[in-house]
Antibody, heavy 120, light 110 residues
Framework: EVQLVQSGAEVKKPGESLKISCQGS????????INWVRQKPGKGLEWMGI????????TYSPSFQGQVTISVDKSINTAYLQWSSLKASDTAMYYC?????????????WGQGTLVTVSS | QTVVTQEPSFSVSPGGTVTLTCGLS?????????PSWYQQTPGQAPRTLIY???IRSSGVPDRFSGSILGNKAALTITGAQADDECDYYC??????????FGGGTKLTVL
């Protein structure tokens, strides 16, 4: 069974760093891309970026370029989303989602989400 | 930056048919944008309904279909049911290699 299991909820202060994770199982992790998607409370979905688990090739949305870092550790089938200095405006639910190897392949599986709360 | 447009809200009667659309602030949507559609109920992760314009994701009933209608991507729901009442999002693939979500449509079944 394909699963994407995300790390647990986090409560952080502004200026702190954070790395959340998304572990894939039940499939060949290195053959797929992993997207990261943000959803602020009561708002819509925002595409942040994508990484290919096989070789770490990645693309960021201009809105998130320089604000976050997406990475992958294929030895443990895990993708990461990290911040070096959190802001209150980073408070949101973050989802990872698997995309097939081709653009036409689409997203098929989603993680359960990680809630990040940034508050002083 | 290109804006992806969706109706903020829509309503449909139980058993009825509704078509939600996904457009661009400038230009027309075609299959080369690989439009996808997602369904999200409150407190849950999104669920993939349609990808690459009209391919249903595994397990999605054939009441849900995707297409290009005029200059927009479209999601049609036939035989609307009470549990179809939730939020629907489209996403488009841009030539720059990025994806852009629409603002979402809140569907009411009443």
């Amino acid at each position: 069974e394909v699963q994407l299991v995300q790390s647990g909820a986090e409560v952080k202060k502004p200026g702190e760093s954070l790395k959340i994770s998304c572990q894939g199982s039940g499939y060949n992790f290195t053959n797929y891309w992993i997207n990261w998607v943000r959803q602020k409370p009561g708002k819509g979905l925002e595409w942040m970026g994508i990484i290919y688990a096989g070789d770490s090739d990645n693309t960021y949305s201009p809105s998130f370029q320089g604000q976050v870092t997406i990475s992958v550790d294929k030895s443990i089938n895990t993708a990461y989303l990290q911040w070096s200095s959190l802001k209150a405006s980073d408070t949101a639910m973050y989802y990872c989602a698997r995309r097939r190897i081709t653009v036409a392949g689409g997203i098929d599986y989603w993680g359960q989400g990680t809630l990040v709360t940034v508050s002083s | 930056q290109t804006v992806v447009t969706q109706e903020p809200s829509f309503s449909v009667s139980p058993g009825g048919t509704v078509t939600l659309t996904c457009g661009l602030s400038s230009g027309s949507v075609s299959s080369t944008y690989y439009p996808s559609w997602y369904q999200q109920t409150p407190g849950q992760a999104p669920r993939t309904l349609i990808y690459s314009t009209n391919i249903r994701s595994s397990g999605v009933p054939d009441r849900f279909s995707g297409s290009i209608l005029g200059n927009k991507a479209a999601l049609t729901i036939t035989g609307a049911q009470a549990d179809d009442e939730c939020d629907y999002y489209c996403v488009l693939y841009m030539a720059s290699g990025i994806w852009v979500f629409g603002g979402g449509t809140k569907l009411t079944v009443l």
